[in-house]
Structures are given as structure tokens and as C-alpha cells.
């Protein structure tokens, strides 16, 4: 899934449930679920590229993800809340990248490169993308529509 993604259901459930200590957990969780969505990425683990390349469109893809998840919710959330948990959204990818770019082959980051790899549902151009759009919207709509209406 794309880091944008990640963000933005992140962001979401940061509007959602207003308590980090089971805010974070629970975003890192929808993390894995959300990958089990068949779903387009960038295919950084299939195609061969420069790492140079790999890093930009890694980075350029978070940072469109951090951007639009301000700019969507930093209003409502309270700023540190919203940027730990578009981060930790985006977490699990974090981990893996130095097996990819790096070729650490070793724990947490092959570890989580193998987890990743058994979870991921690939979906190809276009209907990977259109899916993954429209349950990014369901999960914005859900937080805008729905303020705060998960109490613990």
C-alpha cells in the first residue's frame, strides 16, 4: 500500500480515538490489515531500480502522506498526536526499508521484510489504486463524519 495511504488512515483514526497509548497500537495494527486490501504500491520489493530512485519515490510518497494528513486534520488532532500517528502508520515500512535498501538481512528489518511480504495483497493498475482510494476515503469520511466516537 502506499505510504500516502498509511498516512491518511492514520490520520483518520488519530480523529477517531483521541487516546495515544491505544491509538498507536491499534494504528500500527490497521497497518498489516490494511495491507491484506489488495492494493498498488510503488512495487519496491519487484522492480528493479536505482536505490537513489527507490528512496526518492519512498520519500516523496510519505512526505505527500504527511502533507495531506496535515492538511486534512491538524485543526481537530492535536499536532504531536497526528504526526506520531501518521509515522507510526507508516512504521512497518520504516523498519523494512534498510532490508531493501541496505540489504540487511537480519532482525527486525528481514523479519519484518518476510511478514510484510506474507501479508501483502498486490493488485495491479488500476483497479490496486482504485481500491486503495476509495478505502482511504471510507476511513476520512468515517473521522470527519464520526468525531471522537470511539470511547474507552
Keep these: 500500500m502506499l505510504e500516502t495511504s498509511h498516512s491518511l488512515i492514520g490520520a483518520s483514526l488519530s480523529q477517531l480515538i483521541p487516546q495515544p497509548t491505544l491509538g498507536i497500537p491499534l494504528n500500527i495494527l490497521t497497518h498489516f490489515l490494511t495491507d491484506l486490501f489488495p492494493h498498488w504500491d510503488l512495487r519496491t520489493r519487484k522492480i528493479?531500480?536505482?536505490?537513489?530512485?527507490?528512496?526518492?519515490?519512498?520519500?516523496?510518497?510519505?512526505?505527500?502522506?504527511?502533507?495531506?494528513?496535515?492538511?486534512?486534520?491538524?485543526?481537530?488532532?492535536?499536532?504531536l498526536y497526528l504526526l506520531a500517528m501518521m509515522f507510526s502508520a507508516q512504521l512497518p515500512d520504516w523498519i523494512e526499508a534498510p532490508y531493501l535498501i541496505f540489504n540487511w538481512n537480519f532482525f527486525p528489518f528481514a523479519s519484518m521484510k518476510k511478514l510484510q511480504s506474507r501479508l501483502h495483497w498486490k493488485l495491479n493498475l488500476p483497479w490496486g489504486l482504485v481500491g486503495q482510494i476509495l478505502l482511504v476515503i471510507a476511513f476520512i469520511l468515517l473521522a470527519k463524519l464520526g468525531r471522537h466516537t470511539v470511547r474507552f
Design 48 to 79: 528493479s531500480q536505482t536505490k537513489s530512485k527507490l528512496i526518492f519515490q519512498s520519500l516523496t510518497d510519505a512526505a505527500i502522506g504527511l502533507s495531506l494528513g496535515w492538511w486534512l486534520f491538524h485543526r481537530e488532532v492535536n499536532s
